[in-house]
Structures are given as structure tokens and as C-alpha cells.
């Protein structure tokens, strides 16, 4: 018992580094996303200054994907922040009980059947965690693919204008 507790905690720590690279991940993503953001929100002001409202139509449709996508940021690492809490949690709780056995001692406030319930549930939440894809993961592929569409669009648009430009038109 006291073999499986270990691969347990085991485990739950390199789920834990995992967790914490993850978060790490996200805050560079939404660090560069802000900055895109504030970037398109520059140019945007440039080109009213100028009274380019072509561009300016542009760049209120990048600055919403972007804004979009920050906030989607933003929520996605604020429950990665929760779910490590909640998982370091956990992983004290485990150790402390791993540490109660391992002395022999009976842990505070269960039985070694209780105890095995608990790190199963706690093996099973650590392997979903990080196996399973969540929802923030998919909204952020289709906000990618959007702003991938509203990309080519805008780059097609522009060839069009430089063709017609060159047409005389």
C-alpha cells in the first residue's frame, strides 16, 4: 500500500510541474496576445488620424478577435490557477497521509480504505486534468482559425485593391 501511495504522489507531483509549465504557457500567450491587442488599437487610432476608414474597419475586426481571445486568455488561466490550488492541496493532503503511514501511524480523519478512495479519486482527477482537452482549448483553436480566415481575407482584399490600383480603376 505504502508502494502505490508513493507512485501516487509521484504522479500528482510531475501532474503538478505539468500544471505549473501550463499556466506558465498561458501567461505568455496572453502577455503576447495584449500586446497584439494594444498594437491593432495603435494602428487603428493611426489610420482614423489619417482618415483611412478601411483600415480602420480592419482594425476594429482584429482588435475584437484579439480582445476576444485575451479574455479567453484571461478565463482559461484563472481556472488553471484554481485547479493548481486545488491540486497542491490535495497533493499536501497525500503527502501528509503518505507520511502518517509510512511512520505507521493511523492518518488523521480516515481509514487506509478511505485513503486508497481518496488517491484514486485524486490519480483520476490528476490524469483528466491532464489528458483531456477543456472547452477554453477549443474556443482558442476557433478563435485561431478565425483570425487565420480574417487574415487571408484581408490579404486578398488588399491584392484586389493593388490590382485594380494597378488597372487604373
Avoid at 500500500?1 to 510531475?14: F, G, H, I, N, P
Avoid at 497533493?91 to 503511514?101: I, L, R, V
Avoid at 488517491?119 to 476557433?142: F, K, N, P, Q, Y
Wanted: aromatic share 2%.
Amino acid at each position: 500500500m505504502l508502494a502505490q501511495m508513493r507512485e501516487t504522489l509521484v504522479k500528482v507531483r510531475v501532474g503538478l510541474e505539468d500544471l505549473r509549465i501550463g499556466i506558465s504557457s498561458t501567461r505568455v500567450r496572453l502577455a503576447e496576445e495584449r500586446q497584439k491587442l494594444e498594437t491593432v488599437r495603435r494602428r487603428k487610432e493611426l489610420a482614423r488620424g489619417i482618415g483611412d476608414e478601411e483600415t480602420v474597419s480592419v482594425a476594429e475586426r482584429f482588435e475584437a478577435q484579439h480582445a476576444e481571445r485575451v479574455a479567453v486568455l484571461e478565463r482559461k488561466l484563472a481556472v488553471q490557477e484554481e485547479e493548481l490550488a486545488l491540486v497542491e492541496s490535495e497533493a499536501d493532503e497525500m503527502n501528509a497521509e503518505f507520511k502518517a503511514a509510512h511512520a505507521g501511524v493511523a492518518p488523521p480523519g480516515g481509514t487506509a480504505s478511505a485513503d486508497a478512495v481518496r488517491d484514486a479519486a485524486a490519480r483520476a482527477e490528476v490524469e483528466e486534468a491532464l489528458g483531456g482537452r477543456d472547452s477554453v482549448g477549443d474556443e482558442l483553436d476557433a478563435l485561431r482559425r478565425s483570425e487565420e480566415r480574417a487574415t487571408r481575407e484581408a490579404r486578398a482584399d488588399a491584392m484586389l485593391s493593388e490590382l485594380k490600383r494597378r488597372m487604373g480603376r
